[in-house]
């Protein structure tokens, strides 16, 4: 059996993970010409179309979906493989800023499995006063949520966040349903310390006369999500930090309308930091893990 290449299943993997071939182009230090050949090239080896032309853009088909879940899977495991047998002599105190959100609903549900890794490293997990606060100096690595300018810092994007309505089973069932967006307004809406995002979605899904600012505000995600799955209204949640709940049925959206949010998810080092011996395998894992979370969540909704 002939196996494709690297550098093209290597383009398609991250052309399924940004959704766009400049993206790609960037993460794999090529040119969006070069990327456009590799995947030409492995549709060519394949035998079938991995591309469909969607308006002004290209995206994957759903053959090409499901072909790409596959590669990522064998990619994380050659690069799991490589990470378990390289030298294991990596140790010491490892420290870990991460929005509350973010830690509980995704970090301390998988960090076991960096332990298992580097059964050496010594890991703190914090959480800030502030989505975006990137200044505590006895912390080595900051999982920080915002717009990417962190000035003096070294700044990695890790996943952007689509925001979605979720609510609990239980309300749906008790309003009977969901028609149209505007029926969200027919109970609570959950906000986390602002109501930008609801203002997004509600203009995106052309609802109109609705009031963003009412309902009920929290200062942490927690919060927002426990009370949406206590059916106390709907929350404006995304598919990462959601996947737990979604998954066990706590939580189910009742709309495919997403708004892409205007912050995102960071990996932010002080470059005072950046020769800390744990920092890369802490950085790796995190990409692999977060990757794999988006494919599974892709996979889910093909």
């Not at 308006?55 to 050659?78: N, P, S």
């Not at 929005?99 to 609903?105: E, I, K, N, Q, R």
Request: proline share 4%; hydrophobic share 40%.
């Amino acid at each position: 059996m002939r196996i494709p290449s690297t550098q093209a299943l290597r383009a398609l993997e991250s052309f399924a993970r940004h959704g766009s071939v400049w993206r790609a182009a960037d993460e794999l230090h090529l040119t969006r010409s070069a990327v456009s050949h590799q995947l030409r090239l492995l549709e060519r080896d394949l035998g079938f179309d991995l591309l469909e032309r969607v308006g002004k853009g290209v995206a994957l088909t759903a053959r090409g979906r499901r072909y790409a879940h596959d590669v990522h899977k064998a990619l994380t495991m050659l690069g799991d493989a490589g990470a378990q047998y390289r030298d294991g002599g990596i140790g010491g105190s490892f420290r870990i800023s991460c929005t509350p959100g973010f830690a509980s609903l995704w970090l301390c549900t998988h960090i076991a499995e960096f332990q298992e890794m580097y059964r050496d490293v010594s890991l703190s997990i914090l959480t800030p006063r502030r989505l975006d606060d990137v200044s505590n100096p006895d912390v080595d690595a900051f999982i920080a949520f915002g717009d990417g300018n962190w000035p003096n810092r070294s700044v990695e994007l890790l996943c952007d966040v689509r925001f979605t309505p979720l609510c609990s089973p239980s309300l749906l069932n008790r309003l009977g349903g969901f028609a149209k967006p505007a029926d969200v307004l027919r109970t609570n809406l959950l906000h986390l310390n602002d109501f930008e995002d609801w203002s997004r979605w509600l203009s995106l899904s052309k609802v109109e006369n609705a009031d963003p600012a009412s309902g009920i505000f929290f200062s942490d995600m927690n919060l927002v999500f426990s009370a949406a799955i206590a059916g106390q209204g709907i929350a404006m949640g995304d598919e990462l930090t959601g996947q737990k709940a979604l998954s066990e049925g706590r939580l189910v959206r009742p709309f495919d309308i997403a708004v892409r949010a205007s912050r995102s998810y960071y990996l932010v080092v002080d470059p005072a930091k950046s020769d800390h011996p744990v920092l890369p395998a802490f950085r790796d894992w995190l990409r692999s893990s977060l990757a794999n979370a988006a494919a599974d969540a892709q996979s889910v909704r093909v």
